[in-house]
């Protein structure tokens, strides 16, 4: 099978590193991708938010399937552009990735199938915000209603504090995405991540994760993109998982159906974990970064047939195995990140990956033959161990081996966990 994947981050390289892995997979390209990508596929370098440039690709080169690692293509539909030329594609129609692109919409979907999440009301002006937000007293969160890279959310823990943030949103501190406005009850309890392929019909239950968005340890400090991650989340048992596939995943994926927007791709659901169960937070249409890279170094089963399945509607042909090792990921990132940081800081040396360890590529490029950090998360360092503690001690020992003078850290991924195994 000839693959094209579309991104160029570390949830990617764990992609690419796995797709490569399979005995169907005949050749891999990625678009844009990225150094460490170039390892397992052959780069080609056109403008993957060009629909056009991404069909006329497939085309040229006969390529018989699609993977779609970020949300923003999805958004801008490059999935349906891609099925009306009659491709296999993992990633779901721009209308279904709404569930991602729009948090009001997600929550209308909540609340027509009973899918346990915050009480919540969608607000398109700021005295009206204001006058719920009110009512309803603090803690409160307010959420800008479309992508905003992360930063559109606000746990207020005052009501002055939420007031504040309806006004950046209507200000426009989030462009477009703040034109319309949740907001919605807080939720008290621990967050997972949760995992699961659907083809519209069918549901296949994947993994969970825990990731740490703040920079600072203690989870402390500025939000990121994450500064690490691991799998399993300790929270999610077995019974929470059987909870969360019938009150969250299969109403969902009903009701996107009776939508008229079957989902066919990743259901990435954040949860939080509270008294009454699990409670949605929010979905995103595409696999985690890092959370994607720990998935990958557990998942026993080849990738390629299962995302292939997903695509084509014969989900229920497939399973998954998973290792059980846990595994975790240490995500370096610039001096700086998330403010402002230098770019093009060379990269010396990169220690190659041993059994169940691994450095993933994230925001990294060559400069003249050489390597360099371009962006504000780096690398990704990632193992497996037979507890998180052993994975965790493994992944610094490899990191300890990265030669980057301006990365940086967390020295305490996956404390919450290491915290539970020592109890
Ligand atoms: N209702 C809620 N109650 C408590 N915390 C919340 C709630 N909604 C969001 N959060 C916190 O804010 C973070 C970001 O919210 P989320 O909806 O996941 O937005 P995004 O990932 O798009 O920024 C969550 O990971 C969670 O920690
Ligand atoms: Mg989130």
Redesign the pocket.
Known sequence: MKVLLIGSGGREHALAWKLAQSPELTKLYAAPGNPGIAEHATLVPFNTEDNDAVVSFCKDNAIDFVVVGPEAPLVAGVADRLRAEGFAVFGPSAAAAQLEGS?GFTKDICARYDIPT?AYQRFNNAPKAKAYIREQGAPI?V?ADGL?A????T?AMTVDEALAAVDDCFEGAFGAAGAEVVV????DGE?ASFFCLSDGKHALALATAQDH?RVGEGDTGPNTGGMGAYSPAPVMTPEMVERTMKEIIEPTMRGMAESGYPFSGVFFA?L?ITKKGPEL??YNVRFGDPECQVLMMRLKSDLLPILYATATGTLDKVTAEWSDDPALTVVMASKGYPGSYDKNTPIKSIPGAGEGAKVFHAGTALKDGALVATGGRVLNVTASGKTVGEAQARAYALLDKVEWDNGFCRRDIGWQAIKRERA
């Open positions: 948090k915050g969160v959420k905003a992360g930063k559109g959310v746990v919605e009850a807080y939720l967050e968005k954040g939080m937070i929010e």
